[in-house]
C-alpha cells in the first residue's frame, strides 16, 4: 500500500517512521516533509487540487493528515468523490477544533464533563466580564492559532494584556471563549476512533508554556513523555465514563464522518477530569512518544477504523518511559530566525529517536527553518533514567539560538 502523510512537522516524521515498519507499506510520502523525512513531495498542505493529482498519479491509497488546518478546510470531504482513504474527521466534525465555541457547546450538550465557559463576539464586553471575575480564566480565540492562541491569565492586568493582543491580531470583533480556570494536573488522551468504537493510546503529558515551571507564552508544546505515574486504572474508568464515551456518541449522533484520531486535552481537578480541548488530530509533541511506546503496526490500527475491525483490535505498548524534548529557535513562540546550520546529530547514540520538524535539508546539510525544529527522544526503564539521558543528548546537539525547557517530565518524577 502507498500512504501520503500530510505535513512537515515533528509528527508527521514520526507517522512516516512508524508507518514504514508496517510489511503493509510499500512506500510512504510526507507533503511536503523536512529535512528529516524520505520522499518528500513539495505541495502545500491546503491545496487539495495539487495532493489530489498528486495521489491518482502515484495511487496512494491512504492518506494521513497531520495538521488541523487541512482537516478543517474539509480535505475528508474534498476526496469523498474517490476511492482514496483520507484518515481524519470531515469538515463538520474537525469544528471540534477548527472552533472553541463549538467544541464547548458540543461537550455541555452530550454531558461531556469541562469546565463553566462565556463566549464573547467583542473584546470590550469580554473585558467587562473579566474584570468581574478579576482576571482568573483562560482565554481562547475562537478559531485556529497553532496553539498560541490561549491564554491562562491569574490578574487582571494579565487578562486585559491578552486581549490587547487578540485585538491586535484580529481586531475589536472577534470571537473568543473566556473559560474557568481549572486547576490540577494536565494530561493528553488520543483515542483511534471510527466515529463509533475507539481505541486509546497511552496517556501522555504535554508541556505548552516556553519557560520551566510552566512559565512564558503558550506554544505548541515544548516537550512530552508517557506514560503517566498518576493514571491509575480508576482515574481511567472515570475518563472514559465521564469524557470519551459521551463523545464518541456525540460524534455518532451528530452523523459525523469521524474516523481518525479525536484528541483530549483533560486536566485532572479535584473534582475529577475535564476536557481543556478537543483536538481531531494525533497531538504534537504527544505523537512523538505514544508512536514509539505503541508497539503495534499503525497502518493497521489505521485502517481498521476504515473496516470495521477497531472494535476488537489489540492494542499493546512498548515498556518503560517515553520524553521527548523539543529543540526550538531562539525567540520562538515570536519572532525568530532560522537558516541556522545543525550539527552533532550523528553523535547522539543509535537508540534515541530525533523526529525533526522545522527543519531543511540543503547541500546535504540539515539547517534550521522553524520555531520548533527537532525532538530528542529516549526511553528508559524509569522516568528519572529517560530524563537524565535526553539531555545528555539534547547537549550533543548544536545551533545558533537553540533553547529548550530544562525540565520536561520533572511534574511527577
Do not use: W
Given at each position: 500500500m502507498k500512504i501520503a502523510v500530510i505535513g512537515s512537522g515533528g509528527r508527521e516524521h514520526a507517522i512516516a517512521w512508524k508507518l514504514n515498519q508496517s510489511e503493509l507499506a510499500e512506500k510512504v510520502f510526507?507533503?511536503?516533509?523536512?529535512?528529516?523525512?524520505?520522499?518528500?513531495v513539495p505541495i502545500?498542505?491546503?491545496d487539495f487540487d495539487e495532493i489530489k493529482k498528486f495521489c491518482k498519479l502515484e495511487k496512494i491509497e491512504l492518506i494521513i493528515v497531520g495538521p488541523e488546518d487541512p482537516?478543517?478546510?474539509?480535505?475528508?470531504?474534498?476526496?469523498?468523490?474517490?476511492?482514496?482513504?483520507?484518515?481524519?474527521?470531515?469538515?463538520?466534525?474537525?469544528?471540534?477544533?477548527?472552533?472553541?465555541?463549538?467544541?464547548?457547546?458540543?461537550?455541555?450538550?452530550?454531558?461531556?464533563?469541562?469546565?463553566?465557559?462565556?463566549?464573547?463576539?467583542k473584546i470590550n464586553s469580554a473585558m467587562k466580564f473579566i474584570k468581574k471575575i478579576k482576571g482568573n480564566c483562560v482565554i481562547k480565540y475562537d478559531g485556529l492559532a497553532a496553539g498560541k492562541g490561549v491564554y491562562v491569565c491569574s490578574t487582571i492586568k494579565e487578562a486585559e494584556d491578552a486581549l490587547i493582543e487578540l485585538k491586535e491580531k484580529y481586531g475589536e470583533d472577534v470571537h473568543l471563549l473566556v473559560e474557568e480556570k481549572l486547576i490540577g494536573s494536565e494530561l493528553s488522551i488520543l483515542a483511534f476512533t471510527d466515529g463509533e468504537n475507539y481505541q486509546v493510546l497511552l496517556p501522555?503529558?504535554?508541556?505548552?508554556?516556553?519557560?520551566?515551571?510552566?512559565?512564558?507564552?503558550?506554544?505548541?508544546?515544548?516537550?512530552?513523555?508517557?506514560?503517566v505515574p498518576f493514571y491509575t486504572e480508576d482515574l481511567k474508568k472515570l475518563i472514559e465514563e465521564e469524557i470519551i464515551k459521551p463523545t464518541i456518541a456525540g460524534l455518532k449522533k451528530?452523523?459525523?464522518?469521524?474516523?481518525?484520531?479525536?484528541?483530549?486535552?483533560?486536566?485532572?481537578?479535584?473534582?475529577?477530569?475535564?476536557?481543556?480541548?478537543?483536538?481531531?488530530?494525533?497531538?504534537?509533541?504527544?505523537?512523538?512518544v505514544v508512536l514509539p511506546a505503541f508497539k503495534g503496526d499503525l497502518l493497521e490500527?489505521?485502517?481498521?477504523?476504515?473496516?470495521?475491525?477497531?472494535?476488537?483490535?489489540?492494542?499493546?505498548?512498548?515498556?518503560?518511559?517515553?520524553?521527548?524534548?523539543?529543540?526550538?529557535s531562539g525567540g520562538y513562540p515570536k519572532a525568530y530566525q532560522k537558516g541556522y546550520e545543525i550539527t552533532g546529530l550523528e553523535d547522539v547514540s543509535d537508540e534515541t529517536l530525533i523526529f525533526h520538524a522545522g527543519t531543511k535539508k540543503t547541500n546535504s546539510k540539515i539547517i534550521t527553518n522553524g520555531g520548533r525544529v527537532l525532538n530528542i527522544i529516549v526511553n528508559r526503564k524509569t522516568l528519572e533514567k529517560a530524563i537524565d539521558k535526553v539531555y545528555n543528548e539534547c547537549e550533543l546537539i548544536k545551533f545558533e539560538g537553540k533553547y529548550y525547557r530544562g525540565d520536561i517530565g520533572t511534574r511527577n518524577s
Open positions: 510526507v507533503i511536503p516533509g523536512n529535512g528529516g523525512t524520505e520522499n518528500n502545500y498542505v491546503n482537516l478543517v478546510n474539509g480535505i475528508v470531504d474534498y476526496f469523498s468523490d474517490t476511492s482514496i482513504k483520507v484518515f481524519g474527521p470531515d469538515k463538520a466534525a474537525a469544528q471540534l477544533e477548527g472552533s472553541k465555541i463549538s467544541a464547548k457547546k458540543f461537550m455541555k450538550k452530550y454531558g461531556v464533563s469541562t469546565g463553566d465557559f462565556e463566549e464573547f463576539n501522555s503529558q504535554d508541556h505548552k508554556q516556553l519557560l520551566d515551571g510552566d512559565k512564558g507564552p503558550n506554544t505548541g508544546g515544548m516537550g512530552a513523555f508517557c506514560p451528530e452523523n459525523f464522518n469521524y474516523k481518525g484520531v479525536i484528541y483530549f486535552g483533560l486536566m485532572i481537578t479535584k473534582s475529577g477530569p475535564k476536557v481543556l480541548e478537543y483536538n481531531v488530530r494525533l497531538g504534537d509533541p504527544e505523537t512523538e490500527l489505521v485502517l481498521s477504523c476504515f473496516d470495521g475491525t477497531l472494535k476488537d483490535f489489540k492494542i499493546e505498548f512498548n515498556d518503560g518511559y517515553f520524553v521527548d524534548v523539543v529543540l526550538a
